[in-house]
């Protein structure tokens, strides 16, 4: 599976951006997906993600209530909608896509990657 990010850019605090993933291959449905951001200086973090079907979705407390993910699997396409962004959301966002659904909280249990997408929030 090949990731594709795209939709980062610079925004201001109060802002709303809708990053999107696409993954080549038929079997996108196959994968629960998720979002991982990383800042300067700090390591990688669990943003959000979401079941095969969509049917569960999970949120780190730090974004709970601002961001949505979603899937579209006719699309083989993942977004993540970002309200209420801070600058504190800055940072690169990774897509990432995981066969074994065991922690989606823990980036070593994802198998693909995409290329990440800068969003940089000012105040």
């Known amino acids: 599976v090949q990731l594709q990010a795209s939709g980062g850019g610079l925004v201001q605090a109060g802002g709303s951006l809708r990053l999107s993933c696409a993954a080549s291959?038929?079997?996108?449905?196959?994968?629960?997906m998720g979002w991982f951001r990383q800042a300067p200086g700090k390591e990688r973090e669990f943003v959000a993600a979401?079941?095969?079907?969509?049917?569960?979705?999970y949120y780190a407390d730090s974004v709970k209530g601002r961001f949505t993910i979603s899937r579209d699997n006719a699309k083989n396409t993942v977004y993540l909608r970002m309200n209420s962004l801070k600058p504190e959301d800055t940072a690169v966002y990774y897509c990432?896509?995981?066969?074994?659904?065991?922690?989606?909280?823990?980036?070593?249990?994802?198998?693909?990657w995409g290329q990440g997408t800068l969003v940089t929030v000012s105040s």
């Open positions: 990432a896509a995981d066969s074994s659904y065991t922690d989606l909280t823990r980036d070593y249990e994802y198998d693909y």
């Open positions: 979401i079941s095969r079907r969509g049917l569960s979705t």
């Open positions: 291959g038929r079997t996108f449905s196959s994968y629960a």
